[in-house]
């Protein structure tokens, strides 16, 4: 594959051949963020058969990426709070870019791309203000940073597109943090996470939850057909949390996912990823410090099953149900409630697995 990459990227630079796509890439259905054995990182294109098809070095520890709808090149964010995120072409495997935060900002680690491609829109913290902004980047002049808006609360971590529209809704997690203080956190007892709505820059509606979960940080995001948006959330309060994922569609009512107080318990108060099933009747969440996998029914709201995965990390939908990556190097497949793990390579996947093409 590296081979026929370099191929097609050198045709390219010829003007030989059409703007290549993520087929001439291997068609990878999915990246992900892994450490190697030996102490370095990589971003890895994932086959539909759980292959991997490409591994491309990363400067330091990655988080999340963001696939570009139709050219093979992605962006690797660092780990919060980092102030880079490298852009790659998956076709040559090499960096065609370096975006750094500006002067009192650092990246949370997600992106999202408009629908033509033509916008990288970056999850960002304005830490002397204590306020969460939007960098936008112009992907056509080489991802040059050209503006930037209000995320519509404070700590905005994951951010996505809503499917058919440029509107984006963004995880205002609501912890305030600052470099000067590494990731600790400052402002638990007043923090006030929110899921926000934005179309061409303007905050078009803001959902916050029951006062009583206000230490209850949004965290990250999934996003059905219809518009349907599935959160998952972390707790930052003493004692046992009441709900860790919840449901919203712009114009209604926020739907919390019930489960019981030992099923809860079980993820630590921690949701790391989230996904819903193809059909979007189910939601997955995993807890990596929990080592576990939780599924929801979508229309009765509860808790439909529960599996042991060790440091369960990425989940996305696939066409078996969900794909889920673990620390351990695992990838694998829950099909109605059943799982089939395959060891498949000596490194650790970090938290998420980011599908390619939606």
């Known amino acids: 594959m590296t081979s026929r990459r370099q191929f097609l990227a050198g045709l390219l630079a010829t003007g030989l051949v059409p703007t290549p796509t993520w087929a001439d890439a291997g068609s990878p259905q999915f990246l992900s963020a892994a ?39 992605a962006v690797a964010f660092a780990r919060r709070p980092g102030t880079f995120a ?46 969460g902004r939007v960098g936008v980047w112009d992907v056509l002049a080489g991802y040059v940073r050209v503006e ?33 203080s590494g990731r600790t956190k400052l402002n638990i ?21 029951n006062p009583s979960l206000h230490k209850n940080s949004i965290r990250h995001l999934d996003v059905s057909a219809s518009g349907v948006v599935a959160f998952g959330m972390q707790w930052q309060g003493d004692g046992d949390v009441a709900i860790l994922a919840g449901m919203h569609q712009m114009g209604g009512a926020v739907e919390l996912l019930a489960a019981h107080a030992d099923q809860l318990r079980d993820m630590r108060g921690y949701v790391g990823s989230i996904s819903f099933s193809p059909d979007a009747t189910l939601v997955a969440t995993t807890s990596p410090v929990g080592g576990v996998v939780q599924i929801y029914d979508v229309d009765g709201k509860t808790l439909m099953h529960r599996i042991t995965v060790a440091d369960a990390g990425g989940v996305a939908a696939c066409d078996a149900g969900f794909i889920i990556t673990t620390g351990f190097g695992e990838l694998g497949e829950i099909n109605q409630g059943a799982l089939q793990l395959a060891k498949v390579a000596e490194l650790a996947w970090d938290n998420h697995i980011v599908p390619v093409g939606v």
């Open 148 to 180: 930037e808006f209000a995320s519509g609360g404070v700590g905005p971590h994951d951010i996505k597109r809503l499917p058919g529209t440029e509107t984006l809704v963004i995880a205002n997690g609501g912890i305030d943090t600052h470099p000067d």
């Open 35 to 73: 450490a190697l054995s030996d102490g370095r990182y990589v971003l890895c294109g994932i086959g539909a058969d759980q292959d991997i098809l490409f591994q491309i070095p990363l400067p330091a520890r990655g988080h999340a990426a963001a696939a570009h709808p139709t050219r093979p090149e």
């Open 189 to 209: 007892a007043t923090m006030a996470p929110n899921l926000s709505y934005v179309h061409n820059g303007q905050l078009i509606e803001t959902v916050a939850l």
């Open 86 to 131: 490298i852009v790659i072409d998956c076709l040559s495997g090499t960096p065609k870019a370096t975006m750094t935060a500006p002067e009192g900002r650092h990246f949370y680690g997600h992106g999202a791309f408009s629908s033509d491609g033509q916008w990288l829109f970056t999850t960002e913290n304005d830490y002397e203000a204590g306020q």
